[in-house]
């Protein structure tokens, strides 16, 4: 956690000292879509953290004063486990939305800069199912699991062209989440059952752990 | 706006091919058994217990029916585990890895034990929580992470909705009502039936002759200056032997619990990293059943834990590798300052131990048809 915070707070300060530099000629246009180049850079700034804490796509619609901006991140996998010698096949899908609503004041522009701030809204949704198919039954266990969040968001923006922008962005999160762990019967359905649920709720940080390449339009 | 009406026809897309239903069907998989019964008369050999010739209560029908329940993998959660999947015939009905695979690839919290001459057992699991087989059978099946059935309503449910159990009911109970009491019982006669006592030295014993010199070096050793017989009495080399006369005075076990129980702690560590019996006793932390020896060449990995790999390991430890721990059983103790004894064994003389224990299998009980998989085809 304070390694974290340390990052982001250097990055933070690196890129606003920088962007102070600059001078004030601005052009822009209003919406922009952003992919995230971050899965190896997320590597390199959290290697002991595999989970994609941030949207793959984003997509925002900016006026001259605020912006809003939408992010979210689908994620698909399906694993097939065939067990030899008996009749059981074993598969595991895995389907989940995360996303993101930010509304944020621009603080500082510049020709080649913007720096935004403001509220980001988060959430998620996940299922996993781990089919069992011995023939007698099928059988699913589901591991459905919910967040939502709220906190400050600070957001950096650096343009190599009018179109095109590089940028990144760091929150502070507070989320509740919740978590359930159902068996579902296809020839039992009468013992259908949840059989665990967890609810927590945490303050994360998230650091700049990804770069969005946007094209404005 | 293009590239937005691109990802929202994506998003949709994602979310039409996960919500595709695939169609199911059902296919039951019977057992195969033998048009007249198999008899589960025990056989005794040349085993001196005191329950030959009783009645242990099994019927050929329901030690039939506790075979089929035995092996049959709907008794789990998922349809994945039998009982038979952790207590495999081939190696004396234990398993070959430290810690079993439960439902969901989960391991079991300690090694299986192997299954033999169970029939009159009072304490069993590694920490003899059950006290009797009926009330040992269905633990396994409800446990969370072994068979997770922990309703048993569904569990009666599941049964009823196989075909093949019909007609196995109303052979052992007269009437195909199926409850899980009668399921117990049904386990209860199998597993009961399931005596081996047709090793090397069972038949040697009746003949009246001698081993192998090296097996029979062994056994002198067993029973001599090993004081293996300590815990290994009796038929099937579980039982206290040779302490009776001072059990009062000095209990072999620490007291607690009660004197000269089948359980030990043989110093395994000097700081416990599993209670034992200690759940029941606090004077019983790091206590465990004493093991049958039966079979036992064919059942590693040993201790609960299955921390050893071979026999060699095993002795080895009872040579020089005891610990002192807080509750090591009076046996392992010297008696004039209470140390961890050291048996100071030479190495024929641990190869002569571990060929006398190869004696004590029962290749006939691992070849029992009556006890085999009828799933297997």
């Known amino acids: ?217 | 706006m293009k590239p937005f009406q691109t990802l929202l026809s994506l998003c949709l897309l994602i979310i039409l091919i996960s919500c595709q239903k695939e169609s199911f069907q059902t296919k039951i998989e019977y057992p195969v058994l033998p048009e007249t019964s198999y008899s589960y008369k025990p056989n005794w050999g040349g085993m001196h217990s005191h329950m030959v010739g009783q009645d242990l209560g099994i019927t050929d029908a329901g030690a039939t029916l506790g075979r089929v329940l035995f092996y049959d993998k709907i008794l789990s959660i998922n349809n994945t585990v039998s009982c038979g999947s952790c207590h495999l015939q081939s190696i004396g009905f234990s398993d070959q890895v430290r810690l079993s695979d439960g439902i969901d690839n989960q391991k079991t919290d300690r090694n299986a034990p192997p299954i033999s001459n169970l029939y009159d057992d009072n304490l069993l699991f590694w920490d003899g929580r059950a006290t009797s087989l009926d009330d040992l059978v269905l633990q396994p099946v409800r446990n969370h992470k072994e068979m997770g059935m922990e309703n048993m309503d569904f569990l009666v449910a599941k049964i009823k909705a196989a075909p093949y159990y019909e007609e196995l009911f109303s052979k052992a109970y007269s009437s195909n009502e199926v409850t899980s009491d009668r399921v117990a019982d049904a386990m209860t006669q199998f597993v009961k039936s399931m005596i081996g006592c047709d090793s090397e030295m069972d038949r040697q014993q009746i003949a009246g002759q001698s081993l192998s010199p090296q097996a029979e070096a062994g056994r002198n050793i067993f029973f001599g200056k090993g004081n293996c017989y300590n815990c290994h009495s009796g038929p099937d080399f579980n039982d206290r032997g040779g302490f009776f006369f001072f059990d009062p005075i000095i209990p072999p076990n620490g007291g607690g619990f009660g004197w000269a129980q089948d359980i030990a702690d043989i110093g395994l560590d000097k700081e416990y990293t599993d209670v034992g019996m200690g759940v029941f006793d606090a004077a019983l932390v790091g206590v465990f059943k004493i093991p049958s020896l039966r079979n036992v060449a064919l059942t590693a990995p040993y201790m609960h834990d299955g921390r050893f790999a071979t026999l060699e390991d095993v002795i080895n430890h009872y040579d020089s590798g005891i610990n002192k721990s807080p509750n090591l059983d009076n046996v392992f103790r010297s008696w004039d300052t209470g140390d961890a004894i050291r048996l100071g064994l030479a190495e024929e003389e641990k190869s002569a131990i571990v060929a006398f224990l190869h004696t004590l299998t029962d290749e006939n009980y691992m070849n029992d048809l009556r006890f085999s998989d009828p799933f297997i085809r």
């Open chain 1, 1 to 217: 956690m304070v390694r974290r915070i340390l990052y982001t707070a250097l990055f933070t300060t690196l890129l606003a000292f920088n962007a102070w530099s600059q001078s004030n000629d601005t052009t822009y246009y209003h919406w922009n879509l952003g992919i995230s180049a971050g899965d190896i850079l997320h590597e390199l700034f959290n290697g002991e953290n595999l989970n994609k804490s941030y949207p793959a796509f984003v997509l925002e619609y900016s006026g001259q004063q605020y912006s809003v901006q939408a992010g979210f991140r689908p994620d698909f996998n399906k694993t097939n486990t065939a067990h030899d010698g008996f009749l059981d096949s074993e598969v595991t899908d895995v389907l989940s939305f995360s996303g993101n609503l930010a509304i944020t004041r621009h603080i500082f522009n510049s020709k080649n800069w913007l720096i935004k701030a403001g509220v980001q809204f988060t959430g998620g949704w996940s299922k996993e199912d781990i089919t069992e198919d011995s023939g007698f039954d099928r059988v699913i266990t589901r591991r459905l699991q919910w967040n939502a969040g709220v906190g400050p968001v600070i957001d950096f923006r650096y343009f190599v062209h009018p179109r095109i922008s590089l940028g990144t962005e760091a929150s502070l999160i507070y989320s509740v989440s919740r978590s359930e762990l159902q068996q579902i019967f296809t020839n039992f359905p009468d013992f259908n059952n949840t059989k665990d649920t967890v609810e927590g709720d945490s303050l994360e940080v998230i650091e700049p752990a990804t770069i969005y390449l946007r094209f404005h339009f």
